[in-house]
């Protein structure tokens, strides 16, 4: 009877509405997503042949070939690391969406990534020359993200189910931005250029051990989110109506900007506070699926995934032997594409 | 004596100023309609939030079916207490039918989000509003009286014993105001309790079993429609002069002016 709508059924234990857009539109992200890290793996200086990257893909290491190992120990962490990263900035944007009820919400617009940016920066200047390992940074990430979190949610505790926590994060946001730029510019910081590229976003550091830290994080966080994810519909109609449904809705959206503050912190430490993927990949999950938010919220994450890969990929393969960095990357091409996708809607509409 | 399904006793609340409602009684029973009448800003909204517990009363207490309702988590007061707010916005694109579903949100779990029984309460609730043909819509299609009824639909799926309906007729043509005025009375002969504010002493006449009356935040009458809307009363609440009249049980007042202040 629900039209667009098949619901999936297994006894009185489980009953899970899904739209028939979904069950199509989701296979073909998943399918344009495999396809992309192939073509990606096969993208570099050195020709490649597929049989390189089958063996890479299912051989165990030492049993592989030289160019194989190459693709293997280099390029497969990095798309790894680019598909987990893009998929939780967009489940961080697609959250922070739900929870303001506005479309134009970002991970880098609440201030979450500034306030990652400026733990892990202060983290640097304080470590020295000193290295500091992968899940100290992200602890550190998640700790400023998280601390940028509450500080939105602590001082727009009073607007905190309208769109008012949109200008406190947004304040919040240019506050810490201005740190990161004083540490960046006084900061005797070692390297300051790399520190500059990682500000902007890329995933040319990246190796495997963090894309492993990115892929527990993932495991951790998805299960979450999906679970927690109930109350989103209702919270799309607003405060009152949501708690007259039986939604208590402060904890629900304390909880959400928490789980988006922790999609976006290990991110912004292994890859650096990649801007627009959240905003960008939200709005084409919602054009393509509808508004049901778990199957936007799935749907996002696999767009996000694939623009941040074709980001960084053609960012390493287009100008070489320069790479450009996928955070410069999508602010370029994806900047064009929103502003584009926006006029095609308004003009559809 | 069976016990109030909604009991208002000595409730105060103020949106941090002056109380809007102060030191405020009232019960209403299984199966009855009960229409909160007044001037505009008498505190007929807010007395309805504080009923559905979306405002928490400074002194006083609210009982649903005996229990306080601060006490009962969102999801068991959204199980005994349905509520069609005044001004809902929900977004353009969401589809009409995920609207009107979601009215079963406090029924359902993690695992259970559409089962049978939901099922066969919104398409109860579909029919009981006749928005049949709206079903396959996205809300931002939809014109201020059908998003209206929609929004009901989704109110009388939630499948609470209390309907809490602020300003219903909103939006609404002259036979869709009577359609959702039938269907409410239909919920509280079928055992339900329904508390709607109204501005029409026409159709409060006609469709409540009581009518309260409120003035600046307290009680000023309360009792059959016969009872309260006299031309008294009205000239005392309202600031009108009018003439009642009686004629197929309903109370009609014709207007004749601004009462002497």
């Known amino acids: ?349 | 004596m069976e016990q109030p399904r909604i009991t208002v006793d000595g409730v105060s609340f103020g949106y941090g100023g002056p109380p809007v409602i102060e030191a405020l009684s009232l019960e209403a029973r299984r199966g009855e309609f009960l229409a909160v009448l007044g001037p505009n800003g008498c505190g007929k909204s807010t007395l309805l939030k504080v009923i559905a517990g979306l405002n928490r009363p400074s002194a006083g207490r609210v009982l649903a079916g005996g229990e306080d309702v601060s006490a009962l988590s969102r999801r068991m007061l959204a199980r005994r207490i349905a509520v069609l707010t005044q001004a809902g916005s929900p977004p353009p694109n969401m589809s009409v039918h995920e609207m009107i579903a979601m009215g079963r949100y406090s029924h359902q779990s993690l695992l259970s989000r559409r089962s049978r029984e939901d099922e066969a309460a919104v398409a109860r609730a579909v029919r009981d509003m006749q928005v049949e043909e709206l079903l396959g819509k996205r809300v931002g299609a939809l014109s201020g009286g059908q998003l209206q009824r929609c929004r009901m639909a989704m109110v009388l799926a939630q499948g609470s014993e209390t309907l809490l309906l602020d300003e219903p007729t909103t939006y609404l043509d002259l036979k869709h105001q009577f359609g959702i005025l039938d269907c409410a009375r239909r919920q509280a002969r079928a055992g339900r309790t329904v508390i709607a504010v109204l501005h029409d002493f026409t159709q409060a006449s006609l469709y409540a079993d009581r009518v309260a009356m409120l003035s600046r935040g307290r009680l000023a009458g309360l009792g059959t429609p016969e009872e309260v809307l006299t031309e008294e009363m009205i000239a005392a609440v309202f600031g009108v002069r009018t003439r009642a009249a009686r004629a197929h049980g309903a109370v009609f007042h014709v207007p004749l002016g601004a009462a002497a202040p």
Do not use: H, K
């Open chain 1, 1 to 349: 009877m629900t039209p667009g709508t098949t619901v999936l059924r297994l006894g009185r234990v489980l009953s899970l509405p899904v739209g028939r857009r979904f069950l199509i539109v989701a296979p073909l992200l998943l399918l344009a997503l495999l396809a992309s890290c192939w073509l990606a793996l096969a993208a570099g200086y050195s020709g490649t042949r597929a049989a390189d990257i089958w063996q890479a893909v299912t051989l165990p290491r030492e049993a592989m070939e030289d160019p194989a190992r190459m693709i293997a120990g280099f390029r497969m962490p990095r798309i790894v690391a680019a598909v987990l990263a893009g998929s939780m900035m967009a489940a961080s944007g697609y959250l922070l969406q739900v929870v303001s009820r506005n479309g134009l919400a970002d991970p880098g617009l609440l201030g979450l990534s500034d306030g990652a940016s400026v733990a892990v920066l202060l983290g640097g200047a304080l470590a020295g020359s000193a290295v500091i390992a992968p899940p100290v940074l992200a602890a550190l990430a998640l700790a400023g993200s998280l601390g940028a979190a509450l500080l939105v949610v602590g001082l727009g505790r009073r607007m905190l189910t309208g769109g008012g926590i949109i200008l406190v994060g947004l304040a919040t946001s240019i506050f810490l931005g201005s740190i990161v730029e004083i540490i960046l510019v006084t900061g005797s910081a070692m390297n300051f250029s790399a520190l500059m590229q990682w500000s902007r976003g890329t995933l040319a550091a990246v190796d495997a051990a963090d894309a492993r830290l990115l892929g527990l994080w993932w495991l951790l966080l998805v299960p979450l989110a999906l679970g927690l994810g109930r109350s989103m519909s209702p919270l799309l109609l607003g405060d009152a109506e949501a708690r007259a449904l039986g939604v208590p809705t402060r904890a629900s959206v304390a909880a959400y900007i928490i789980l988006a503050a922790a999609f976006a912190a290990p991110v912004v430490a292994t890859c650096g506070p990649v801007a627009f993927i959240g905003l960008m990949a939200s709005y084409v999950a919602r054009s393509l699926v509808g508004d049901r938010p778990t199957e936007v919220l799935l749907a996002a994450m696999l767009s996000g995934g694939l623009i941040l890969l074709w980001a960084d990929t053609a960012g390493r393969t287009l100008f070489g032997p320069v790479q450009v960095s996928a955070g410069i990357m999508i602010s370029v091409v994806g900047v064009l594409v929103f502003v584009l996708a926006a006029r095609a809607g308004r003009l559809a509409r």
